[in-house]
C-alpha cells in the first residue's frame, strides 16, 4: 500500500494500515508505504489508513478496495501410503472385515492449512475417520480409519491433499487391501434418533459439542457393541461405542447439521438419524 503525506501542526509519527477482520501493521513517518501480509488468496478487503500524532490524534481514515488473486497451485500429493498399525500410540489391527486404518506422509501449501480426502476405488468416501483429536494441528503424518467397508473385498486407497483455496493435489500412489472375512451379517442395525444437541463450549476452539441420542438395535450384536459415528456436516469427528450420549469437539463454525449413524459390528450402517443444526461461534479462525 502507498499513499500521500500527512500533515499536522506539529508532526505525524506514524501511521497504521490495516484490513478490517485482517491484519495490521503500523510504519513510522516519513515512510509512506506498507506491506500487508497474511491475507487470503482471492478475497475482497477494505484497506484502511490512519495518520496519528504525537498525542496519538488519529486522521480520518483513507479507503481503498483491492482484492487479492486467487490461488490457483495445488499442493504435493501425498506420500508414503501404507496400512496403519498404531493409534495414538496404541497398536491396533489395521485390517478388519468392515474397516481398514490407513497413514501416510502430510504436505504442506505455501498458504497454509492442508485438509485431505480419502479415495475408495477412486471416489472420494465419506466414512473416512481421521483420527487426530479436532482442533489439534496436522502432524508429520495421518491416521484415518475408513469405515463402512464390505467384508472379504478387496479396494484400492489413494490420498489426495486439499488446500484452504480448494486446490486438489494429485492422488498418492495406490494402496491395494483386502478386508477380512466376515461373520455373514448383512442386516443393519436400526437408526438412532438424535435428541439434542447444543454448544456447551465457551466459545473456545475446538468448541463442545453436547449431543443425545435413542440407542439402536442389531440383529446379531448387543447393544454395546453398536458403534455410533457422530458426523458433523456428513464428516465423521467421534465415534462411540455403545453409549447414548457424548461430549465431543468441532473444529468447524458457523451453523452445521449433526447427525448420528449407528453401525454394526459387521460394518453394516443404519440410515443416518434426523440433522440438528447447531451454530458454533468461537469468535474466529478455527484452524488447525
Known amino acids: 500500500m502507498a ?3 500527512s500533515t499536522d501542526n506539529v508532526k505525524v509519527v506514524s501511521y497504521t494500515v490495516w484490513a478490517p477482520n485482517g491484519p495490521l501493521t503500523t510504519v513510522a513517518d516519513p515512510q509512506t508505504t506498507a506491506t500487508l501480509t497474511g491475507l487470503r488468496p482471492g478475497t475482497a478487503y477494505q484497506i484502511r489508513v490512519r495518520a496519528f500524532d504525537a498525542a496519538y490524534n488519529g486522521s480520518a481514515d483513507a479507503v481503498v478496495d483491492v482484492t ?3 490461488d490457483v497451485s495445488a499442493p504435493p500429493a501425498p506420500t508414503g501410503l501404507a496400512v496403519g498399525t498404531t493409534v495414538l500410540g496404541e497398536p491396533v489391527d489395521g485390517i478388519t472385515a468392515s474397516k481398514v486404518l490407513l ?3 502430510n504436505v504442506s501449501d505455501d498458504l497454509g492449512r492442508v485438509s485431505y480426502e ?3 476405488d477412486g471416489v472420494v468416501t465419506a466414512n473416512a475417520f481421521d483420527t487426530r483429536p479436532q482442533g489439534t494441528p496436522y502432524g508429520p503424518a495421518s491416521t484415518v480409519w475408513v469405515r463402512q467397508l464390505d467384508p472379504s473385498t478387496t479396494y484400492q486407497f489413494r490420498v489426495r491433499a486439499v488446500d484452504a ?3 486438489r493435489s494429485a492422488p498418492s500412489d495406490p494402496l491395494t487391501v483386502t478386508t477380512d472375512p466376515g461373520s455373514g451379517d448383512v442386516t443393519p442395525p436400526t437408526a438412532a434418533t438424535l435428541t439434542s444437541a447444543v454448544d456447551g463450549g465457551t466459545g473456545s476452539c475446538p468448541e463442545e459439542l453436547w ?3 435413542t440407542g439402536s438395535t442389531d440383529n446379531a450384536d448387543p447393544a454395546a457393541a453398536i458403534e455410533y459415528e457422530v458426523r458433523v456436516n456428513g464428516t ?3 465415534v462411540v461405542p455403545g453409549a447414548t450420549q457424548t461430549i465431543t469437539y468441532t473444529e468447524t463454525t458457523g451453523t452445521i447439521n449433526v447427525t448420528i449413524v449407528a453401525v454394526d459390528s459387521a460394518g453394516n450402517a443404519a440410515a443416518p438419524s434426523n440433522a440438528i443444526p447447531v451454530f458454533i461461534n468461537v469468535g474466529g479462525s ?3
Open 3 to 5: 499513499w500521500t503525506a
Open 68 to 70: 487479492t488473486q486467487p
Open 103 to 105: 497413514r501416510w506422509t
Open 118 to 120: 480419502v479415495l475408495v
Open 165 to 167: 483455496s480448494g486446490n
Open 211 to 213: 449431543l443425545r441420542w
Open 236 to 238: 465423521i469427528i467421534e
Open 286 to 288: 478455527c484452524l488447525p
